[in-house]
Structure formats: C-alpha cells, structure tokens
C-alpha cells in the first residue's frame, strides 16, 4: 500500500450508508513516506501514519485554522473524526474505504475515495 494516493472524497460512510460530498467542497488525502498530507474540506494539513495489513493507524492530525462555510466545515468534521488512530482500508478498483469505528458505541464511519496508487 505504499505510495497511495487518495484523490478526492468521494462519500462520507455513516454505517450502512454513504452521503456524496456537497457540491463545491473538496477534501483530499495523500498517503507517502509514513506521512498523510489532508485537505480536510476547510483546512489543510498532515498527520504522521503507519501503513498495516489492511490498516492505517494515524497519528495527530495538525490542521490549519480557519472557518469556512457550513457544508465545508461538515465535510471536514467528517473528514477529522475517520483520520485518527487506527483505521481499517479496503481497496476495490478505483475506490478506498477508509473506516474508523467509535470506540463508545461502535458506529463505523468512513470515507471513500477515488483512489490513483503511484
């Protein structure tokens, strides 16, 4: 799984559901050389990461500050709560999930990207 690229969010996994990501919001992931680079739909930033069989356990997320309009700052929650501490990926043709699940009631959450691996 080395050298992934994760273009664009392409669905917010909420159990056994997937929203679409609203119209003009972008959030993005790069994953390379144990470091993830996010755009988080708002902000940007990076967060150290270990690659796993079938996992990827990311560290603090450091984030740039600002506030932007609502659908973006949801997608961005959405985005923040999936990308921290061990999550679960699956690749299927051109699609990543990235799945974390709570750890108080056990909701599985992810997000799916349109994946391009270098």
């Known amino acids: 799984m080395a050298g ?3 273009g ?3 669905g917010i996994v909420a159990g056994e559901s997937v929203s679409s990501v609203p119209a003009g919001v972008v959030a993005t992931l790069s994953i390379s050389d144990g470091t993830a680079l ?3 739909g708002c902000t940007t930033g990076s967060a150290p990461v270990t690659v796993g069989d ?3 356990e990311f560290g603090p997320l450091a984030l740039t500050k600002m506030a932007c309009e609502q659908p973006a ?5 959405a985005v923040t709560a999936v990308l921290a501490g ?6 299927e ?3 990543l999930t990235i799945t974390s699940t709570s750890p108080v009631d056990g909701a599985a959450t992810g997000l799916q990207f349109a994946v391009a691996t270098g």
């Open 4 to 6: 992934i690229v994760a």
């Open 73 to 77: 700052m949801d997608v961005e929650a």
């Open 93 to 95: 043709a051109d699609r």
């Open 8 to 10: 664009i969010v392409a």
């Open 54 to 56: 079938g996992t990827l």
């Open 86 to 91: 061990t999550t679960t990926v699956d690749i």
């Open 38 to 40: 996010v755009a988080a």
